[in-house]
C-alpha cells in the first residue's frame, strides 16, 4: 500500500513539474521542417523531441530483442540435434569404447 502511494506522489510532483515546464517556456519557435514551417512553444518541442526520441528507443529495442528470440530459437534447435546425435553415437559406440 505505501509502495503505490509513493508512486502516486512521485507520479503527482512530476506532474507538477511537467506543467512549470511548460508554463515557462511557453515561447514560440519556428521549426524548420523539409516539407514545411511549424511554429510551436518550446515545451512542446522538446517534449515531442523526447517522446520521438523514446518512440525510436523502444523501436530499436524491440528489434534487438526478436533478433535474440530467433537466435535463441536456432541455438535450442541446434542444441536439440547435438543430443540426439550424441545419443545416437553413445547406442553405436563399440562395447569397449570408454
Not at 522538446?46 to 537466435?71: E, P
Request: aromatic share 8%; net charge positive.
Amino acid at each position: 500500500m505505501t509502495r503505490r502511494l509513493l508512486a502516486l506522489l512521485g507520479f503527482c510532483i512530476l506532474t507538477l513539474v511537467c506543467a512549470a515546464f511548460v508554463h515557462l517556456n511557453a515561447v514560440p519557435v519556428e521549426l524548420d521542417l523539409f516539407v514545411g514551417e511549424l511554429h510551436a512553444p518550446l515545451a512542446y518541442t522538446l517534449i515531442g523531441a523526447f517522446a520521438l526520441g523514446w518512440l525510436v528507443t523502444v523501436i530499436g529495442a524491440l528489434a534487438w530483442g526478436v533478433r535474440v528470440a530467433r537466435q535463441r530459437r536456432e541455438l535450442r534447435h541446434s542444441l536439440k540435434l547435438a543430443q540426439a546425435e550424441s545419443r545416437t553415437l553413445r547406442a553405436t559406440a563399440p562395447p569397449h569404447a570408454p
